[in-house]
């Protein structure tokens, strides 16, 4: 499968926004599902926003209102638009991408088989 490679990420000040890319085309959106998450080492890897093959999405709690999960470009990338970016937002943020049956964060983060890709680093300072 074609890797998954995520970019846009940088550093930022609080308040500020950033775009993150995923390109999503050798994953259909009618058969995956897909999702960013991300990771502060030492701490577990939390899923942030998800779209499933129908166009729903889902996401965590600390970035309602503020992320945007949406397959664009004619659904061939995968994108998360982050505003009002806060310091606890800091983190190495990755696309990952699973069978469609797969809607939960749960689920997808622990697929045996989901593909990941390397990680794109955010970094909000205060």
């Known amino acids: 499968q074609v890797p998954l490679v995520e970019s846009g990420g940088g550093s930022v000040q609080a308040g500020g926004s950033l775009r993150l890319s995923c390109p999503a085309a050798?994953?259909?959106?009618?058969?995956?599902?897909m999702a960013w998450f991300r990771q502060v080492p030492g701490k577990e890897r939390e899923g942030v926003a998800l779209i499933d093959s129908v166009g729903r999405t889902n996401y965590a709690d600390s970035v309602k209102g503020r992320f945007t999960i949406s397959r664009e470009n004619f659904k061939e990338t995968l994108v998360l638009q982050m505003n009002s970016l806060k310091p606890e937002d800091t983190a190495m943020y990755y696309c990952?991408?699973?069978?469609?049956?797969?809607?939960?964060?749960?689920?997808?983060?622990?697929?045996?088989?989901?593909?990941w890709g390397q990680g794109t680093q955010v970094t909000v300072s205060s």
């Open positions: 050798a994953y259909p959106y009618r058969v995956y599902s």
């Open positions: 990952a991408a699973g069978p469609s049956r797969l809607t939960t964060f749960q689920a997808l983060g622990e697929y045996e088989s989901t593909y």
